[in-house]
């Protein structure tokens, strides 16, 4: 079965093999994705004709929001939805398997940061808690269960709670503790409870969500790692529509999981992909999502080096505000 050998091969995918399984994934969705097919269909591109992923064409990420995007017929097990104030439009994702989701959340962050077996995973994610549908929230709670550590969990507005627990564990034994949090809440910790976290993992996921003045992601990092001790403040770069994610260990340049690729296009010509190191919009292909569409044009403004690591810089003009690490890169 066609699927079934795709998912095998994205399940062991590296730089070397992307392009090849890229354009695989690409023809597969092409033929069994009824709304990317109509895409390309208007954009007058023949899939067999596709033959390098600069040509690939992107979908844009705003049908996320009107269209229910899937390659194939199946049933969505669960269905991830952005953020959103009371009337907007929001993105929906939905998903086949949720095991697969989880099984590439693991594999990006221990590809980084190393087994989360023993880590304690400490989660201040108040937005996302309350509301259904969050895949940032799905993904921690699926770190907290795999860490098997006593101290994890969620911190919805505890922070006296959550500020106790870091003390607690910043000078334990094993590994460095990580807490995950949105940007305004650790901005509330940072200004209740300032102190040294020692080697504590501080990862912000972006976002204000119209509770503080936006930052630019300089600005948050600089007050972040005066009021916790830290040299670095770490970041953590996902979506609703994405089923991979990417870290950035210093400075927000963002290291992609093996399954997503990032590249910059021109903003005045969409089908135009920039050179690495030219700033431009984002695109992202993200093979995990093999079963909606793998090929997304976002409205998040960037630059990719040679390396493959990419920077956020922004949003280009116009775009709705996102809630998932949209700071302004300072």
């Known amino acids: 079965m066609e699927r079934t050998r795709l998912l095998s091969r994205i399940r062991k995918v590296n730089a070397a093999t992307f392009e090849a399984l890229a354009l695989d994934v690409f023809r597969y969705q092409a033929a069994y994705n009824a709304i990317y097919a109509r895409f390309l269909d208007l954009l007058q591109v023949e899939p067999a004709r596709v033959s390098r992923t600069t040509n690939i064409p992107h979908l844009p990420i705003a049908l996320f929001k009107t269209c229910f995007l899937q390659s194939g017929h199946w049933e969505a097990a669960q269905i ?55 895949s940032l929230v799905f993904m921690a709670e699926d770190f907290i269960r795999q860490s098997g550590h006593p101290a994890s969990g969620f911190f919805l507005k505890d922070l006296e709670g959550l500020h106790d627990a870091l003390l607690r564990l ?13 940007s305004f809440a650790l901005l509330d910790l940072a200004e209740r409870f300032p102190t040294p976290l020692g080697p504590t993992i501080v990862m912000e996921t972006g976002g204000m969500k119209g509770r503080r003045r936006e930052l630019t992601r300089a600005e948050l990092h600089h007050t972040l790692a005066e009021a916790f001790g830290q040299t670095h403040i770490h970041s953590e770069y996902g979506m609703t529509e994405l089923l991979s ?6 400075r927000g340049r963002f290291i992609p999981a093996p399954t997503l690729k990032a590249t910059a296009r021109d903003i005045t010509d969409p089908l135009a992909t920039l050179p690495n190191g030219k700033t431009g919009a984002l695109n992202l292909t993200d093979l995990a999502n093999l079963d909606t569409i793998s090929f997304i044009a976002t409205d998040d403004l960037g630059r990719v080096d040679a390396d493959g690591q990419f920077e956020v810089l922004g949003r280009v003009d116009a775009s709705d505000v996102r809630g998932c690490n949209l700071l302004v890169q300072g």
């Open 170 to 182: 910043r000078d334990a034994p094993g590994p460095a503790p990580l807490l995950i949090g949105v």
């Open 80 to 134: 991830f939805s952005s953020s959103g104030t009371t009337g907007d439009q929001t993105s929906q994702h939905p998903l086949r398997d949720p095991a697969w989701y989880r099984a590439n959340a693991r594999r990006a962050f221990e590809r980084q940061y190393g087994p989360l077996l023993g880590r304690p995973i400490l989660a201040l994610l108040p937005a996302y808690l309350e509301r259904t549908g969050s």
């Open 245 to 250: 994610q990417a870290y950035a260990p210093q």
